[in-house]
């Protein structure tokens, strides 16, 4: 065990799922590569810079994770997690450009 897994509050599960960034001006894919009860990783296809807060929308799961970015490597980010919503059915509207996301990208 690593000194960074043991100060862990919630531990990891190493996952392969498909995701979409939503941003303000971006969106775009990403793959969430771990999660936990206290937020996820993701590795997206380029670098961009993110701002402090985005939702990461789990395609398979129908989920919008509206996360805290908590810090940023290459490629890689590791997010917080504030909240969660069903994109399936009706949303709030902040979760509007987060549903169609899901819908373009096959989520049914």
Known sequence: ????????VHPRQPTQ??????????EM??????T??????IRTDRQIALPARVIVVDV?????LEVEVAWRKGME????????????GLVPSR??????AWQRAGGR
Do not use: F
């Not at 398979?60 to 919008?64: F, P, R, S, V």
């Not at 979760?95 to 169609?100: G, H």
């Open 1 to 8: 065990m690593t000194q960074s897994d043991e100060r862990r």
């Open 17 to 26: 799922a498909r995701g979409v960034v939503i941003a303000p001006g971006i």
């Open 29 to 34: 894919t990403c793959l969430i590569t771990d």
């Open 36 to 41: 936990s009860a206290g937020g996820l990783r």
């Open 60 to 64: 398979a799961g129908g989920l919008a």
């Open 77 to 88: 980010a590791g997010l917080k997690r504030i909240a969660e919503a069903s994109v399936r």
């Open 95 to 100: 979760l509007l450009p987060a549903r169609e």
